[in-house]
């Protein structure tokens, strides 16, 4: 019976472990998980998702207090539309994450960024440009572009002198999608190293509807991009995601063509992973009843996270002064709206609530809106149960080598 570890992810001459640890933002895939994965010989992912303030926690930057003394003046005011980043800030925390990652990378596996193009920030075209433009002079390996369909992505970083080495690839969740995006970038020549197909059971944001996700299915998905690439001789590695939750899952996949697997769900539980512990124990409790697909994102995302998160129906006031990551390029977040809705509802209330929009930014950065995939509910078969009725943590490593060598749908546990 054959394991992960009988395949490789061939990027030209160069090959890796066919494990990608998904990039979970904000600082949910950290640096130290990132670079596990690359010592193993696989690919990790960072985000760039707030990184301002991932900034500002690891290298003690003041990105946030800067931006928020600027425009304390507005915070009163449901208007935001002159609440904007500065592009030097945005440039410079890229760039210092990026390097600092890059320069403690070990090992033959590479790191890669993930990018959301639905960090709109008030300046959507000329912020996506400066966060991608510094990850590659950062040094980054790859850049995986995700959360929207990057139509113009690759025009925007074109005249950089990596354009043309560094990995570039695309997250999609249809073959529509993957069409429409070669199309839209086919004027710079330049085709995606490799392709990140995510189906319905990811974790966070889905892109599908709310009311048809379920109708969905990685395998199909996958087995028709596939058959494109095929039928337009592309050579184009293909990966799936989503519901990915042992080594024989991903076997599967491989041996109907698939170049890697990408995963995520499993090192929520790590040690090096950026939850705090008290949530991923939240992860390790949780039943299948206890996640939900809700469509309480601004983005207009659905997105997948435990009921119980306390970002559903927080009824915080907006952090736009402080973060606006998700202000379009008018200024404006649904979450306002929610907020401005109930605070007229109840003029009275010290205290509202509002349960169909949730402040993304500030409860995101706080840990508070606990996204996760279909399969969390099995991470307590993945761990050990102690007296207390706590779990233990795992390290990154025992989770990659767990995916890279199993078989029979075993999960290894962990020492005790």
């Not at 472990?17 to 990132?34: H, K, N, Q, R």
């Not at 690839?169 to 392709?195: C, E, H, M």
């Not at 939850?275 to 390790?284: A, K, M, R, S």
Request: charge should be neutral.
């Amino acid at each position: 019976m054959k394991r992960v570890d009988d395949f490789r992810l061939k990027f030209g001459k160069r090959e890796l472990v066919p494990i990608m640890i998904g990039g979970m933002g904000v600082d949910i895939s950290t640096a130290e998980l990132a670079l596990e994965a690359a010592r193993l010989g696989g690919v990790g992912h960072i985000s760039d998702a707030m990184l301002p303030t991932v900034s500002d926690r690891r290298y003690e930057t003041d990105f946030v207090k800067t931006k928020l003394l600027q425009y304390k003046y507005n915070i009163d005011n449901s208007d935001k539309a002159d609440v904007k980043f500065d592009l030097g800030h945005i440039a410079e925390s890229t760039r210092l994450h990026v390097s600092k990652t890059m320069e403690a990378k070990r090992g033959s596996g590479m790191v890669f960024i993930n990018c959301m193009e639905k960090l709109t920030m008030n300046a959507p075209k000329e912020t996506l440009k400066v966060r991608l433009w510094e990850a590659l002079s950062g040094g980054i390996d790859g850049v995986t572009l995700a959360a929207g369909l990057h139509l113009g992505s690759f025009a925007l970083i074109e005249e950089h002198p990596r354009f043309r080495d560094v990995k570039l690839g695309i997250i999609v969740s249809s073959l529509r999608a993957l069409q429409l995006f070669l199309r839209k970038n086919a004027r710079t020549n330049r085709l995606p190293d490799y392709i990140v197909v995510e189906g319905p059971l990811a974790g966070g944001h889905l892109g599908f509807g709310l009311d048809d996700w379920m109708k969905y299915d990685l395998r199909t998905i996958t087995n028709e991009i596939h058959q494109y690439l095929r039928d337009e001789k592309l050579d184009i590695p293909v990966i799936p995601a989503g519901g990915i939750f042992t080594g024989s899952d991903a076997v599967g996949f491989l041996e109907e063509g698939a170049s890697a697997v990408q995963v995520a769900t499993r090192f929520t539980v790590s040690k090096e992973c950026g939850l705090p512990e008290d949530v991923q124990q939240e992860y390790f409790k949780a039943s299948e009843s206890d996640i939900e697909v809700n469509a309480t994102s601004p983005t207009g995302y659905p997105m997948r996270m435990l009921k119980n998160s306390p970002s559903i129906g927080s009824g915080i006031r907006p952090g736009c002064e402080s973060y606006g990551y998700l202000l379009d390029s008018t200024g404006h977040c649904d979450y306002i709206d929610a907020y401005n809705r109930e605070v007229a509802l109840h003029p009275d209330a010290k205290k509202i609530q509002v349960f169909d929009k949730t402040c993304l930014c500030t409860h995101m950065r706080n840990f508070k809106c606990w996204t996760c995939g279909h399969y969390t509910y099995r991470l307590k078969d993945t761990s050990r149960k102690a007296a207390d009725g706590s779990y233990q943590l795992l390290t990154a490593e025992h989770i990659f080598k767990d995916y890279q060598f199993s078989t029979d749908n075993k999960i290894a546990l962990p020492d005790a």
